[in-house]
């Protein structure tokens, strides 16, 4: 489907880049002074972009809204606001730099007026920006809608979402680039690196990083899966013989970690995003709070006393998080007596049938689990909203906390009372297995297939509205087409659950692997999977999401760091539980306790030593970044120089 230039009000032909949907009975007042804060200059406080609403839909008879708009701008208007994001380019010498309108064509890619410097992921990161950047000034509301209360330096955009008024904002799809993209992606099955370069051009670079790290985790559980078969084959009826492996456990968990950091800054230098500067951030568009002055802006906006917050978390939702911990603990149990049922019919009767029944109470305890993670986790939502958090940071670092919490304590504890209480080493493979094996399963039906579904339903619906128009009229009006398209589309939520997902695989491999060594093999066929249904998701199912410009995986990192601290202990304790570590110290328990804590200890003083020794960043990017640092400061010194000689020169 060919997208054609759209035709602004004052005649300027642009290429349509990002989608605003407005609610269906928005006032005409409302829609007119909008577009024009739009459209205007930005010396009189406008975004300077170009707007126009798109034109009658699929079938003009049914009801559907007339409020979409698409907007663009020119190529100089992008290029300055490439300058304003901080965006950072290759330059001549090879350097990632800040790009700057007055240095542009010493930019390696810059060729004539600069119309193919930018990715379209950048230019509409760009537009998003100044939307969002775009300020009520004298208007004390929405005009039509009194109900929207407006304020000078006030987030025009997010003021309207958070009333919604505005009801999407989105990036529109490039089909050519789109369909290149998705063969060399997913649509070809191949042995070989994923296109990153090609995903962060077109998604940008929070996205690659992601499927950077997935494809990074699949090859470093290479080693693990291949030492896992044979040691399966040899030693499965043996679980005692799992020192060896716990022991590499314990330094595999520590490494990649390592390795990782410095392959992530790799890529974010390669993509210029290591040094650039963190915007400032503005509140969320769902804060509220008393109308105040900002002591570091100096704006007026809606402030909301910390202590009022605090109050909330820990009387609110510190207390729910524990119940919620409590109900896990008490399936757990209910788990726990269905599991002593099915073995005492299974030593009854020992049959085939009975020795499936063995499976049932694990497999429904897998099925509650996913269940229960998925309300709690519209639980952990609802509540880090009421907390009332400012900044969209805060808010998603207490959501990951609320939800790791409770997903790893309700994934986990079940293998921790059978490894750790029980002491049942068939057992406890048998559960790892068949959670291992279900939540596979589930996640893959959740996330890719049942999405998929849908999408088609509705896309089925729409085409055939397209085919009954098209008899109708003879010509079509594709862009039309393809916007209502993409505004049904589902809009994809953020890298939390993939993230959330690989952190807890990681706990099945890196805690418990030792005993049940075909985890990290069926991990790596998990993960294979996961790129091509991710990869799937993303050209097929979901909106274009609006690129993030990341330098690391975030508060993630910190996430599977604290993970890989918890497999330490963990494979120390079943070190020390082992028979041939207990046959060494048969006389006295309290010892083998003492010489387990104290290893766990060195191993958790070496973790920590070896990741100060690798540095995070390779050795020649920080010589890089040190020598822009040190070329930008001599510039600055010289600029100031000039200044002091022009000012002498200057006759009093």
């Given at each position: 489907?060919?997208?054609g230039p759209s035709v602004?009000?004052?005649?300027?032909?642009f290429?349509?880049?990002?989608v605003?949907e407005l609610?269906?009975?928005?006032?005409?007042?409302?829609i007119?002074w909008?577009?024009?804060?739009?459209?205007?200059?930005?010396?009189?406080?406008?975004?300077e972009l170009l707007?126009?609403q798109l034109?009658?839909?699929?079938?003009?008879q049914?009801k559907?809204n007339?409020?979409?708009?698409?907007v663009?701008?020119?190529w100089?208007?992008?290029?300055?606001g490439?300058?304003?994001?901080?965006?950072?380019?290759?330059?001549?010498d090879?350097s990632?730099?800040g790009?700057?309108?007055a240095?542009r064509?010493?930019?390696?890619?810059?060729?004539?007026?600069?119309?193919s410097?930018l990715?379209?992921a950048?230019?509409?990161?760009?537009i998003?920006h100044?939307?969002?950047t775009?300020r009520a000034k004298?208007?004390?509301?929405?005009?039509?809608h009194t109900?929207?209360?407006?304020?000078?330096?006030?987030s025009?955009?997010r003021?309207l979402?958070s009333?919604g008024?505005?009801?999407?904002?989105?990036p529109l799809?490039?089909?050519e680039?789109?369909?290149r993209l998705?063969?060399s992606?997913?649509k070809k099955?191949?042995?070989s690196?994923?296109?990153?370069d090609?995903?962060?051009?077109y998604?940008g670079?929070?996205q690659?990083?992601?499927?950077?790290f997935l494809e990074?985790?699949?090859f470093?559980?290479m080693?693990?899966a291949l030492?896992?078969?044979p040691?399966?084959?040899?030693d499965?009826?043996?679980?005692?013989?799992?020192?060896?492996?716990a022991?590499f456990?314990l330094?595999?968990?520590t490494?990649i970690?390592?390795?990782?950091k410095?392959?992530?800054?790799?890529l974010?230098?390669?993509?210029?995003?290591l040094?650039r500067?963190?915007a400032?951030?503005?509140p969320?568009?769902?804060?509220?709070?008393?109308l105040?002055?900002?002591p570091?802006t100096?704006?007026?906006?809606?402030?909301?006393p910390?202590t009022?917050?605090?109050?909330?978390v820990?009387?609110?939702?510190?207390?729910?998080v524990?119940?919620c911990?409590?109900?896990s603990?008490?399936?757990?149990m209910i788990?726990?007596?269905?599991?002593?049922?099915?073995?005492?019919v299974?030593d009854?009767d020992p049959?085939f049938?009975?020795?499936?029944?063995?499976?049932?109470?694990?497999?429904?305890?897998?099925?509650?689990?996913?269940?229960?993670n998925?309300?709690y986790?519209?639980?952990a939502?609802?509540?880090?909203?009421?907390?009332?958090?400012?900044?969209e940071s805060?808010?998603?670092?207490?959501l990951?906390?609320?939800v790791?919490?409770?997903?790893?304590?309700?994934?986990?504890a079940?293998?921790?009372?059978?490894?750790?209480?029980?002491?049942d080493?068939?057992?406890?493979?048998q559960?790892l297995?068949?959670?291992?094996i279900t939540?596979?399963?589930?996640n893959?039906?959740?996330e890719?297939?049942l999405?998929?579904?849908?999408?088609?339903?509705?896309?089925?619906?729409?085409?055939r509205?397209v085919?009954?128009?098209?008899t109708?009229?003879?010509k079509?009006?594709?862009?039309g087409?393809?916007v209502?398209?993409?505004a049904?589309?589902?809009t994809y939520?953020?890298t939390?659950?993939?993230?959330?997902?690989?952190?807890?695989l990681?706990?099945y491999?890196s805690?418990?692997?030792?005993?049940?060594p075909?985890a990290?093999?069926?991990?790596?066929l998990?993960n294979?999977?996961?790129?091509y249904?991710?990869a799937f998701?993303?050209?097929?199912?979901?909106?274009?999401?609006?690129c993030d410009?990341a330098a690391?995986?975030?508060?993630?990192q910190?996430?599977f760091?604290?993970?890989s601290v918890?497999?330490?202990?963990?494979?120390?304790?079943?070190?020390?539980?082992s028979?041939?570590?207990?046959?060494?110290?048969?006389e006295?328990?309290t010892?083998l306790?003492l010489?387990t804590v104290?290893?766990?200890h060195?191993?958790?003083?070496?973790?920590?030593?070896?990741?100060?020794?690798?540095p995070?960043?390779?050795?020649h990017i920080?010589i890089?970044?040190s020598?822009?640092?040190?070329?930008?400061?001599e510039?600055?010194k010289?600029?100031?120089?000039?200044?002091?000689s022009?000012?002498s020169?200057?006759p009093?």
């Amino acid at each position: 489907m060919e997208r054609g230039p759209s035709v602004d009000s004052r005649g300027s032909r642009f290429t349509p880049l990002v989608v605003l949907e407005l609610a269906s009975d928005t006032r005409e007042e409302a829609i007119t002074w909008l577009l024009s804060r739009i459209r205007d200059q930005q010396q009189n406080g406008g975004a300077e972009l170009l707007v126009e609403q798109l034109g009658p839909g699929v079938e003009s008879q049914e009801k559907e809204n007339p409020n979409i708009f698409v907007v663009g701008a020119t190529w100089q208007r992008l290029l300055s606001g490439a300058e304003d994001v901080g965006l950072f380019k290759e330059f001549n010498d090879g350097s990632m730099r800040g790009f700057t309108c007055a240095n542009r064509h010493n930019f390696k890619d810059f060729k004539g007026d600069g119309d193919s410097f930018l990715s379209m992921a950048e230019c509409q990161y760009i537009i998003k920006h100044e939307l969002d950047t775009l300020r009520a000034k004298d208007e004390t509301h929405v005009p039509g809608h009194t109900e929207a209360k407006l304020y000078p330096g006030k987030s025009i955009i997010r003021r309207l979402q958070s009333k919604g008024i505005l009801i999407q904002v989105f990036p529109l799809h490039e089909k050519e680039e789109l369909k290149r993209l998705s063969f060399s992606w997913y649509k070809k099955v191949k042995l070989s690196f994923q296109p990153l370069d090609d995903i962060r051009h077109y998604y940008g670079e929070g996205q690659a990083l992601y499927f950077g790290f997935l494809e990074y985790f699949t090859f470093a559980l290479m080693p693990m899966a291949l030492i896992g078969v044979p040691y399966y084959l040899f030693d499965w009826e043996d679980y005692d013989k799992y020192v060896l492996f716990a022991a590499f456990n314990l330094v595999w968990c520590t490494v990649i970690l390592e390795v990782w950091k410095r392959c992530s800054a790799s890529l974010a230098y390669h993509w210029g995003t290591l040094s650039r500067k963190k915007a400032f951030e503005e509140p969320r568009p769902g804060f509220h709070g008393v109308l105040g002055f900002n002591p570091v802006t100096g704006r007026e906006e809606p402030l909301y006393p910390n202590t009022k917050r605090q109050l909330r978390v820990y009387l609110v939702s510190l207390p729910f998080v524990l119940l919620c911990l409590y109900l896990s603990l008490y399936v757990m149990m209910i788990y726990f007596v269905m599991e002593g049922w099915a073995m005492s019919v299974h030593d009854e009767d020992p049959t085939f049938w009975t020795g499936i029944l063995l499976y049932v109470p694990s497999i429904i305890y897998a099925v509650v689990i996913e269940i229960m993670n998925l309300i709690y986790r519209y639980a952990a939502e609802f509540l880090t909203e009421w907390e009332n958090h400012r900044l969209e940071s805060s808010h998603q670092n207490h959501l990951v906390l609320k939800v790791l919490v409770f997903n790893f304590f309700n994934c986990f504890a079940s293998l921790f009372y059978i490894a750790f209480v029980m002491q049942d080493m068939m057992l406890l493979r048998q559960s790892l297995a068949t959670l291992l094996i279900t939540s596979q399963i589930l996640n893959h039906f959740m996330e890719a297939f049942l999405p998929y579904w849908l999408q088609r339903r509705r896309n089925k619906k729409m085409m055939r509205k397209v085919q009954k128009r098209i008899t109708l009229e003879d010509k079509e009006f594709p862009l039309g087409v393809q916007v209502r398209l993409e505004a049904d589309m589902s809009t994809y939520l953020g890298t939390f659950d993939d993230y959330l997902e690989l952190f807890l695989l990681f706990g099945y491999v890196s805690l418990f692997s030792c005993v049940y060594p075909l985890a990290a093999v069926l991990v790596v066929l998990n993960n294979i999977t996961e790129v091509y249904s991710d990869a799937f998701k993303m050209c097929r199912v979901f909106k274009r999401p609006f690129c993030d410009p990341a330098a690391n995986i975030g508060v993630w990192q910190l996430a599977f760091e604290a993970m890989s601290v918890i497999a330490v202990v963990t494979n120390c304790s079943l070190i020390g539980m082992s028979p041939q570590v207990k046959a060494y110290f048969s006389e006295s328990e309290t010892q083998l306790i003492l010489w387990t804590v104290a290893i766990e200890h060195g191993l958790l003083a070496f973790k920590f030593i070896l990741s100060f020794l690798i540095p995070d960043v390779p050795k020649h990017i920080q010589i890089s970044l040190s020598r822009l640092e040190f070329e930008s400061l001599e510039a600055l010194k010289k600029k100031k120089m000039l200044e002091a000689s022009e000012l002498s020169k200057t006759p009093l």
